[in-house]
């Protein structure tokens, strides 16, 4: 050890042969030292780097290619939108194209950032000495507008533009405002302004009117689906496209939310992530108990509905999201009854697809009713001190809101059942002398007693409840009608695609059941047809075929239908000079009746009014 020369040299220390000197820790090998790296988060790691990256703001990658590429690039921009749409994200990449400089000294202002230029990655990564970032909801005073219209006289160090982020800038006091204004109005032509908030309404105008505003749009849940879709597969994460969509419609349009979410179910799911697990890690119920339920309740089945929810709550759903779910798919039978279109959005689930459209047979005024008292019970739930007891008594609301008559139907008693009638006075009488005061009352109360006391005299029920006992089922087609009479929307649609007919007579039911249809279907159609019409029915199983189901018939019609269309000259020249081209709608046309021919066409000119006389003449 006492040769100076071998110790000098670090390499001679570790590569000499036969050194027996000090066991001096190695230099970490590659691998360890990414090991060592600390991890970062999916939103940061997947952090757009240009205007390429962003996803869902196509409007205002537009607007900017074009504007820079005119050089109308204004002093001012104003980005705004809800959490994780990419605000500040957008205002980096902005800072980075104003300033795009290559190492040769080449390149000016633009949106193509395909290639990193000198300023672009100190510019990302937060750290450039003429990118100013400042959060307003910590710097909101007068004094802090004031360092930065200061020290704006002064020409940027390095880059072309010294820009200056201010990030939820709706957070400034009203002086700090007004002491941007000036400087906003005019300022330098080496300075620029970007400014972010999720809160436009709280800017002052005459801050909005000197920038260019942008509105980042929610990003659409279709799209985002592709997006997590897309990073799992980087990060070689299995996952399903049920989690997918579970995931996007959590995050509620904001990317920085999705990728959240998605990061901690790759954690809770320890890289292979089904439906379930985020169910789990949400406290989402499962989206065919929700439909179960919904079902119940339009079916008025209080009791079933009551016991469905507590399943879900023990199994960890929460009380208010179970009601906000429900919620949403009684919005999306809505949306589905009046767009049937929306049944192909990627998002919507085939539980959702197949049953909602059979949910469709419900009047649109029962789930707008619906939708109404749903609302109103989630806002219940989530104030209430018990949430699970609030949830189910507005299930219970929602069940009995369900078997009242709808207002044609309540007319209809009205006008066959007349309340001043005998059977009226005498029931409303027992109430101690409740419908004398009810006949005497102009009032709201007195037309409130006066409907209550006729839905109580009537000898007889509602047109839709006496027709069912006295109906005689001679066609298949009208049991199928009878089940859309009662809602019972499960039932139904069990009839359409599960039933392969074989014979029908009134009384009788024999059919063979599809490959999907339930094990006790027969016994389940027995019992729910002889409720409905008062009688004991016989539904056999059969070992023959039988016809094709009502689903598997109109397929087959849409087919032909199709397939008639291709085949028309106009169609099919249509199709081949437009390759990839689909009839996505088929409509037929209705022809306008022609009128007899014993009958003349009625003179345009002719005036029913007029005598051919003019009674001064």
């Not at 959590?250 to 320890?270: C, N, T």
């Not at 767009?339 to 192909?344: E, G, H, K, T």
Request: net charge negative.
């Amino acid at each position: 050890m006492s040769d100076d020369s071998t110790i000098q040299d670090g390499a001679a220390l570790g590569d000499g042969p036969g050194f027996q000197g000090l066991d001096l820790p190695r230099a970490p090998a590659p691998a360890e030292a990414a090991s060592a790296t600390p991890y970062r988060v999916l939103a940061r790691k997947y952090r757009p780097q240009t205007f390429d990256d962003l996803i869902g703001q196509d409007a205002m990658v537009r607007t900017l290619r074009n504007a820079f590429s005119s050089g109308r690039i204004p002093q001012a921009w104003i980005l705004t939108g809800v959490r994780g749409v990419g605000k500040t994200t957008t205002a980096r990449i902005l800072a980075r194209g104003l300033n795009f400089l290559r190492a040769d000294g080449s390149g000016g202002p633009t949106v193509d950032l395909t290639e990193e230029g000198v300023h672009c990655r100190a510019i990302m990564e937060s750290r450039h000495v003429d990118v100013l970032e400042m959060d307003a909801a910590s710097h909101t005073g007068v004094e802090d507008v004031r360092q930065i219209t200061d020290g704006i006289r002064y020409a940027p160090a390095s880059a072309r533009y010294k820009v200056y982020i201010i990030d939820e800038v709706h957070m400034l006091s009203e002086k700090a405002f007004n002491a941007f204004l000036k400087t906003l109005e005019e300022p330098p032509p080496h300075a620029k302004f970007v400014f972010a908030t999720t809160e436009i309404r709280k800017v002052p105008i005459t801050i909005l009117s000197r920038c260019q505003r942008f509105d980042l749009r929610r990003v659409d849940a279709s799209l985002l689906t592709s997006h997590l879709g897309n990073i799992c597969a980087r990060e070689g994460v299995s996952i399903d496209d049920e989690a997918l969509a579970l995931l996007a419609r959590a995050a509620e349009g904001s990317v920085r939310d999705a990728l959240s979410l998605l990061d901690q179910a790759i954690a809770h799911g320890a890289g292979a992530i089904d439906a379930e697990t985020v169910r789990t890690m949400l406290g989402l119920a499962d989206r065919g108990r929700v439909i179960d339920l919904f079902e119940a309740a339009m079916r008025g089945d209080a009791a079933g509905a009551l016991r469905e929810l507590r399943d879900q709550y023990d199994s960890g759903a929460d009380p208010a999201v179970v009601l906000s779910d429900l919620a949403e798919f009684v919005h999306f039978v809505t949306r589905l009854k009046i767009v049937p279109d929306a049944a192909n959005e990627s998002s919507v689930t085939e539980a959702e697809r197949v049953r909602g459209q059979a949910a469709t047979v419900l009047p649109m005024r029962v789930l707008s009713r619906a939708w109404q008292m749903l609302l109103k019970g989630i806002g219940e739930v989530q104030s209430s001190p018990k949430p699970v007891a609030a949830a189910e008594m507005v299930l219970v609301r929602l069940c009995y809101a369900a078997d009242l008559p709808t207002p044609d139907e309540a007319l209809r008693v009205l006008r066959d059942n007349p309340p001043g009638g005998a059977g009226a006075h005498s029931n409303v009488g027992g109430g101690g002398g409740g419908g004398a005061r009810a006949s005497g009352d102009g009032g709201p109360r007195g037309s409130a007693a006066l409907s209550v006391a006729s839905r109580t005299a009537a000898p007889a029920p509602s047109a839709r409840q006496a027709a069912a006992p006295a109906m005689k089922l001679n066609r298949f087609e009208d049991l199928v009608a009878l089940a859309a009479d009662k809602r019972d929307i499960a039932m139904k649609l069990a009839l359409e695609s599960d039933v392969r007919l074989v014979a029908f007579e009134d009384g009788k039911l024999e059919f063979a059941p599809s490959p999907n249809a339930s094990p006790q279907l027969a016994g389940d159609l027995s019992k729910r047809i002889s409720e409905w019409t008062g009688r004991r029915w016989v539904v056999v199983l059969s070992s023959e075929a039988g016809q094709p189901t009502i689903r598997e018939r109109q397929a087959e019609q849409e087919r032909d239908r199709l397939t008639n269309v291709q085949a028309h000259p106009l169609v099919r020249s249509v199709l081949e000079a437009f390759p990839g081209a689909k009839i996505v709608d088929i409509r037929d046309a209705q022809p306008e009746p022609e009128a007899p021919e014993d009958e003349a066409a009625p003179d345009p000119t002719y005036d029913p009014g007029f005598d051919g006389f003019d009674d001064e003449f």
